[in-house]
């Protein structure tokens, strides 16, 4: 009788222990969606994966990866961020208006990792995405900026110091030096190598801008008059930069201007032959300027309207470790954001990280709100269809400024 208690109550608690899961919470289910550049997309793939497997015994995770161009980030969230991604990447240049606009949560997870990572709070990097003391995004790569890639079978280094050289021999091998002169960020280079400006307000409401200026060593229409001159030059080609690698396959093109991201397809395109310098100088009345440049960063974001802020932040950052860096870098040429990643040995190597460095010493960093864009993209293309007369390039400039630097303020 007593042995056959005991084996009731052993039956009774093991069907206990049976319905409890043996006294194992049930794992908790996590659905994400996360955007990444078709560049990117298979390390993303792999990342993710080896993030799930990780975190197998803490939860269900469901991570749905879509490709999404980075330049698109911005708008597809404000148009709808709570159907947008719960994690994406975007560039420097799009933080305001992000933020602003409240779709960026302060990220969490090894924050203080990350930025020491980074170079610390003072780094401008980290800076950019911080406010009182929060980090919003996880910096991930340090190397959205543009250079110049050229053709070694055409150039020498010293050839390409000068845009007048470079413009030269291509004309004459009847090929073309490129450049996207319906892009502000490229149009930017010939203003700043005169002095001229670009930027927010302190209030954040407007552009300040003086390209139409008439003061200084160089005017702004000292400047569009050099960059008429350019676009008439039969060495030139302006082509959009989302045709630029379908343009670069006719074999036309032997100098252009890019930025890391394409190191690979330039690479690929002129193997040994490929070369990367900074920007050249160009000629504004009978002297020789330094083209500037714009300069940047990219992150990894959270969406303020995800509901698994926690685990977005493990994935946003898990994409932004070192390992992870390295890997974008050997994939799409970007220079990591990790400082250890980027002063490592191969990366340092890089002739177009090399180019981006010297380049850097003539950038500023991008800080222009929205209604920047479009006047620069009409006033590039008045240049390059050449129609604009040089008695009314003053005019054109007044009316580009007066449109850049409209008030926002509601």
Known sequence: MKNRTIALLFVMLLGILLATGCGRKEKEKISLTLWTPLQEEALTKDAIKKFVRIHEDEAELDIKIKTEEIENTKKKIMDSPKKSADIFPFASDQY???KSAGVLASVNYETEKAIKESGGNSASIVDAVSEYSKLFAYPSTNSNGYFLYYNKKYFKPED?????????????EKKYFAMDWESGWYLYSFFSAAGKTIQINKEGTANTCNFNSMEGNYT???VANAMLAIAKHPGFQHVASDKLLATLEKGEIIAVVNGTWNAKQFADLWGKDCGAAKLPSYTINNNQLQMGSFAGYKYIGVNSNTKQKKWASMAARWLTTYKYQMIRYQ???E???NLEAANS?????SAPIAALNQQNQHATVQNVLDNYWEPMEAFGKAIISGDVQKEDLQALLDRTVQEITIDSTP
Do not use: F, H, M, N
């Not at 390409?160 to 004459?172: M, Q």
């Not at 040995?345 to 190597?349: C, E, F, L, S």
């Open 160 to 172: 390409v110091a000068s845009l007048d050289r470079i413009l030269e021999i291509a004309a004459k």
């Open 331 to 333: 994939t799409t040429g």
């Open 345 to 349: 040995y191969k990366v340092q190597i």
């Open 96 to 98: 305001t208006d992000l």
């Open 335 to 337: 220079c990591p954001a």
């Open 220 to 222: 702004g229409l000292d």
